[in-house]
């Protein structure tokens, strides 16, 4: 399980970088920081990203995994240029990823729930 979710954090990071962010930085770990760290007149941005993106790993990470994935990348810079269409390939990234992502997880998770409430 290491080595696929090795894959997924290595593809998360590319995104990332391809959306103009740190690439030792996950998308959730800037999203995590910029929801608490950007300027006011686009934290409502990151904060949507966020409850998306938390919503998705909610299933393996409970609440918080934004803020979780932060903490765990804190000694990597999280920098933003700022720019609108970094930050709209960015929510491309993340939407269509979530979209995918989000079913899979949550069957998964229910799945797990409904074989441990039968045992």
Same mark, same amino acid.
């Given at each position: 399980? &290491?080595?696929?979710? *090795?894959?997924? /954090? ?10 103009? $962010?740190?690439?030792? %930085?996950?998308?959730?770990? #800037?999203?995590? +920081? +910029? ?7 686009? #934290?409502? +941005?990151?904060?949507?990203? &966020?409850?998306?993106?938390? @919503?998705?790993? +909610?299933?393996?990470?409970?609440? $918080?995994? %934004?803020?979780?994935?932060?903490? !765990?990348?804190?000694?990597?810079? @999280? *920098?933003?240029? $700022? *720019? ?6 960015? &929510?491309?990234?993340?939407?269509? &990823? ?9 069957? /998964? @998770?229910?799945? !797990? !729930? ?6």
């Amino acid at each position: 399980m &290491s080595y696929i979710k *090795n894959i997924l /954090i290595a593809i998360d990071q590319l995104g990332n970088a391809i959306a103009g $962010g740190n690439p030792d %930085c996950t998308i959730s770990g #800037r999203t995590g +920081y +910029y929801q608490y760290n950007a300027a006011k007149q686009v #934290r409502w +941005y990151w904060f949507i990203l &966020s409850r998306v993106v938390d @919503f998705t790993f +909610y299933p393996f990470d409970g609440h $918080g995994h %934004c803020k979780q994935a932060m903490e !765990k990348e804190q000694i990597n810079e @999280f *920098n933003d240029t $700022g *720019n609108v269409l970094l930050l709209f390939l960015l &929510s491309i990234i993340t939407l269509g &990823s979530c979209a995918i992502l989000a079913p899979i997880f949550w069957t /998964i @998770f229910l799945i !797990k !729930k409904i074989i441990k409430a039968i045992k």
